[in-house]
T-cell receptor, first 115, second 109 residues
Framework: DTGVSQNPRHKITKRGQNVTFRCDPI?????LYWYRQTLGQGPEFLTY????????KSRLLSDRFSAERPKGSFSTLEIQRTEQGDSAMYLC?????????????FGSGTQLSVL | AQRVTQPEKLLSVFKGAPVELKCNYS??????LFWYVQYSRQRLQLLLR??SRESIKGFTADLNKGETSFHLKKPFAQEEDSAMYYC???????????FGQGTELSVKP
């Protein structure tokens, strides 16, 4: 599968623990996005990278959240001191800039459950 | 504030019937509008975008700036159209999208 890959698919953790998710974008894509989706809602933008530079962060992204894309390839999203409200599907998407209306390719997501 | 509203959480139609999924947006500039679809156990994927003026899988959507709407239409629904549909808005032609809450389309045989 040459699409966007996310690991793990599911993560169950206890409140207060730290978790880290990984996203591997399509290899030639230089833009990478993180979205969060809660039950019954559409995805909400969290942050995005162009190559290794983090260009924008949503106000939704509290200081407990940090994202990196160290070599402009894969990205990690870490949540520190998880809270029950962090339970959601975390989606990663990638794209190639240079086209009008860039097209996002989404991964299958990581489902986080905070107990 | 920029916002996308999909008033129907669930839309149920019979096979062969016309279908219209409603989407209204709130935006002060010139938005770019999209429809994304998620079939059961599959990834979210782009269905169509208004700038392309294309028809995908028989679906079309027209941007109506006067009514600030971007409704998705298909004249004859098929069972395989059953899925979750999300309307989305981009204000800078980038990948930072504002999604609606989604409408689940159920096409009954």
């Amino acid at each position: 599968d040459t699409g966007v890959s996310q690991n793990p698919r599911h993560k169950i953790t206890k409140r207060g623990q730290n978790v880290t998710f990984r996203c591997d974008p399509i290899s030639e894509h230089n833009r990478l996005y993180w979205y969060r989706q809660t039950l019954g809602q559409g995805p909400e933008f969290l942050t995005y990278f162009q190559n290794e530079a983090q260009l924008e962060k949503s106000r939704l992204l509290s200081d407990r959240f940090s994202a990196e894309r160290p070599k402009g390839s894969f990205s990690t999203l870490e949540i520190q001191r998880t809270e029950q409200g962090d339970s959601a599907m975390y989606l990663c998407a990638s794209s190639t800039r240079g086209h009008p209306n860039e097209k996002l390719f989404f991964g299958s997501g990581t489902q986080l459950s905070v107990l | 504030a920029q916002r996308v509203t999909q008033p129907e959480k669930l839309l149920s139609v019979f096979k062969g019937a016309p279908v219209e999924l409603k989407c209204n947006y709130s935006y002060s500039g010139s938005p770019e509008l999209f429809w994304y679809v998620q079939y059961s156990r599959q990834r979210l994927q782009l269905l169509l975008r208004h700038i392309s003026r294309e028809s995908i899988k028989g679906f079309t959507a027209d941007l109506n700036k006067g009514e600030t709407s971007f409704h998705l239409k298909k004249p004859f629904a098929q069972e395989e159209d059953s899925a979750m549909y999300y309307c989305a808005l981009s204000h800078n032609q980038g990948g930072k999208l504002i999604f609606g809450q989604g409408t689940e389309l159920s096409v009954k045989p």
